[in-house]
């Protein structure tokens, strides 16, 4: 139906992720279906090496899949060149992974203006959109500390803010609070579904966690590659 396909923001079809090594083939993912409403926030759970990296992965444009379809608001993006895909991952994608990824040499400023610097006439001035967004997040007397001289939670913190610089429509968040303790992951996971809820984005959340599985409209299971 028209009407439903045009609230559907994450669709994957038929997703196979196969990696070869030396003589044996690496199954990842088996032939993925999924469809994520705009809006909408859907939990990933399932057991380690299951694929739900490698989904994420592939949802966001970072990597390609060996067969089947990934579409964005609509938009095919299997077929897009490395240029047009890294528009997309800096325009429509946010992501948060588990170990932050945040660029060692740069402020907590510099790694959120970033993405918003690299935005072809983007909608933001990128100094001013960083400040914003790590007062945000609460971190709005961290501007000039270097992830080094942040704690792990505030390091994620800084994550979140870079995630949201360019207002993305899909947020893609693995595990991202699996290298927290239990106190820290609370309160960086309520940062997260606080900047959702502000920016009305989709959120696909890989979690261990049944407590934030729990937050989500719908929940899944990855196992041996395929969704259940
Ligand atoms: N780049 C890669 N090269 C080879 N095998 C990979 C690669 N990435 C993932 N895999 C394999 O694919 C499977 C799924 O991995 P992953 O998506 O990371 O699982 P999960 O995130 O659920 O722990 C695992 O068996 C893993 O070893
Ligand atoms: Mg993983």
């Known amino acids: 139906m028209a009407s439903d396909t045009s609230e559907v923001m994450l669709r994957a079809t038929m997703l196979e992720k196969h990696f070869q090594m030396g003589d044996t083939v690496v199954h990842a993912l088996r032939g993925v279906d999924i469809a994520v409403t705009k809006g909408e926030i859907v939990a990933i759970l399932g057991a380690s090496g299951s694929g739900k990296s490698t989904l994420l992965g592939i949802l966001g444009g970072l990597d390609a899949p060996s067969a089947g379809r990934v579409e964005i608001a609509g938009v095919d993006i299997t077929k897009m060149n490395e240029n047009e895909l890294a528009e997309i991952r800096n325009k429509k994608i946010g992501f948060v992974f588990q170990f932050f990824n945040l660029i060692s040499t740069l402020t907590a400023l510099e790694n959120v203006e970033l993405p918003v610097q690299f935005s072809t006439g983007g909608q933001f001035s990128s100094r001013k959109r960083a400040e914003e967004l790590l007062a ?84 899944l299971t990855m196992q041996d590659g395929l969704l259940v």
Not at 175 to 194: H, K, R, W
Not at 204 to 212: F, G, I, N, P, S
């Open 136 to 219: 945000l997040v609460g971190l709005q007397e961290r501007l000039r500390h270097r992830p080094g001289q942040l704690s792990g939670g505030e390091q994620q913190r800084v994550a979140i803010a870079r995630a949201m610089a360019n207002a993305p429509d899909v947020i893609l968040a693995d595990e991202p609070t699996g290298n927290l303790d239990t106190a820290t992951g609370e309160s960086v996971m309520n940062i997260l579904f606080d900047a959702r809820r502000e920016t009305g984005a989709t959120l696909v959340l890989v979690t261990h966690d049944a407590q934030v599985a729990a937050r989500a409209n719908r929940t």
